[in-house]
């Protein structure tokens, strides 16, 4: 008798590490997807050139279309409606936050070295360029572990021919 309770005891015991594997295997993926999507909006907002400056021979970014860009990458990269809801039947529970979003354009000096305390960020950019932090947290399978939640922080300069 009771090796059939050491047993179901074991099973019981099994079942759980199995789940909280699973929950970590879901973190590291969600943070994984996350980082490529914070990257592929970063460097699609950087690419929005500002045609009026730059027929006066002025390297900007267009900061209205930056935003609209990095909203839409993220949004179809992670598998989101256009106002970064979740979609019914996806990954993410839910939505992730941009908590900071800088245009860094022609009124820098270059290099310029961009520095956010609140964050632990800084990057050095050497032309215009697009600084974003994306809040995102974890979607929880089993709840075997604490919540996880990151700040994905990603950068990318305006890239010209």
């Not at 907002?45 to 930056?66: N, V, Y």
């Amino acid at each position: 008798m009771h090796k059939l309770l050491f047993s179901l005891l074991m099973i019981v015991v099994w079942w759980m590490l199995h789940a909280m594997q699973l929950e970590e295997e879901t973190a590291l993926g969600t943070l994984h997807e996350g980082k490529r999507a914070v990257d592929r909006a970063v460097h699609a907002a950087a690419q929005q050139l500002d045609r009026t400056k730059l027929e006066e021979g002025t390297l900007s970014i267009d900061p209205t279309a930056a935003r609209a860009a990095a909203r839409a990458y993220l949004a179809a990269n992670l598998r989101l409606d256009p106002d970064l809801s979740p979609l019914e039947g996806e990954w993410l529970e839910t939505a992730p936050e941009i908590v900071e979003f800088a245009i860094i354009n022609e009124q820098f000096a270059f290099p310029y070295t961009y520095r956010n305390a609140d964050y632990d960020y800084e990057v050095t950019l050497l032309r215009p360029g697009i600084v974003m932090i994306v809040h995102l947290a974890c979607p929880r399978v089993f709840g075997m572990i604490d919540p996880i939640e990151w700040d994905l922080k990603g950068s990318a300069e305006l890239v010209f021919a």
